[in-house]
């Protein structure tokens, strides 16, 4: 089914603002920030990940707790929890159902884009409505969280693939490059989102212009995983991980980001350092986990890898 469906003639508006080119990292921000699952969430657009007929909660935080904040779903229950808190249940049909949290006398507003999500065990074998997923791992890497068995799948479609699922990252970025008719499936950690906005944020405030990181990597199912010869509990298969680059001049390869005129392991170095540097302070504790630079090969330019593991890692 299409991700928009159920969304609403009423959204249309707000799925095209939601799909618009992304802008600086200092126009991301909201009057507010909205809480789902501990993690707050400063931006304009966040994502929200759920299972059909699930019931989760969400507030503002930040704001003034005097205003009556307003929070509008595509569909779905709402139900009002107190001031600028909420219980939404998700529609039984999976696809994409934006809520609007709008600030009172204002043209301010935070967008959840909440994804419904094809239960995993809708898997037949290694395939999904026709796309491959593959096998995952039946035991989490040494009982860590961080592997468990995924709840679902996003669905991504021609509609839905240019949407922004945060304010500077569309969904399409994510996509396993694996062949795949219009029917395409992604796993994805809402906390990735967050964590590439925060580096994304701390690399334009060093200098470095850059509107969003080309994600040379995000997603990957198991089966193109194992076709690359990779790690078998690869983060990228649990939606943990992106492999990045600066790419403003567009060229498909990093930036010239220590101006000699190449762009080599030295530029991902830059990179590298930079996160490094943003990891270490104290409003980013818990955001970013692994953290690695490859060199250019013949397959691809320079980058950087990070993900969300909840624990430290470097190479």
């Known amino acids: 089914m299409s991700s928009l469906a159920g969304a609403g003639l009423a959204f249309g508006a707000l799925i095209t603002a939601a799909a618009a080119p992304p802008s600086g990292p200092s126009a991301a921000a909201a009057r507010i920030a909205v809480r789902y699952q501990d993690e707050v969430s400063p931006g304009r657009v966040r994502a929200l990940t759920v299972l059909p007929g699930e019931a989760v909660t969400f507030e503002v935080v930040d704001g003034d707790p005097g205003s009556d904040y307003a929070a509008q779903p595509a569909a779905g229950r709402i139900k009002p929890l107190g001031a600028g808190r909420w219980e939404w249940t998700s529609p039984p049909a999976p696809g994409l159902y934006p809520i609007k949290v709008v600030v009172p006398n204002s043209d301010d507003a935070v967008i959840l884009q909440a994804f ?20 995952y791992p039946e035991k989490p890497l040494r009982g860590l969280a961080d592997y468990r068995l995924p709840a679902g799948f996003i669905e991504v479609t021609p509609e839905n693939e240019d949407v922004l699922a945060s304010p500077h990252f569309r969904l399409k970025q994510f996509l396993c490059k694996q062949p795949a008719g219009s029917r395409k499936y992604i796993v994805l950690n809402e906390r990735l989102l967050l964590t590439l906005e925060y580096i994304l944020e701390r690399v334009n405030a060093a200098g470095h212009r850059a509107t969003t990181f080309h994600v040379m990597s995000g997603y990957r199912t198991p089966a193109y995983n194992r076709s690359l010869g990779n790690v078998r509990y690869s983060l990228h298969q649990y939606g943990s991980a992106a492999d990045i680059f600066i790419d403003e001049n567009g060229d498909g390869m990093m ?39 490859y060199p250019k090969t013949a397959a691809h330019g320079p980058f950087v890898h990070v993900d969300v593991r909840d624990r430290k890692a470097r190479w």
């Open 255 to 293: 930036d010239d980001l220590n101006h000699d005129g190449l762009s080599d392991i030295r530029d991902a170095e830059v990179l590298y350092r930079l996160i490094e540097n943003a990891a270490a302070r104290r409003e980013a504790q818990g955001l970013i986990g692994g953290l690695g630079k």
């Open 116 to 135: 419904v999500l094809v239960p995993y065990d809708r898997l037949q074998g290694e395939f999904l409505n026709g796309y491959r997923i593959g096998r």
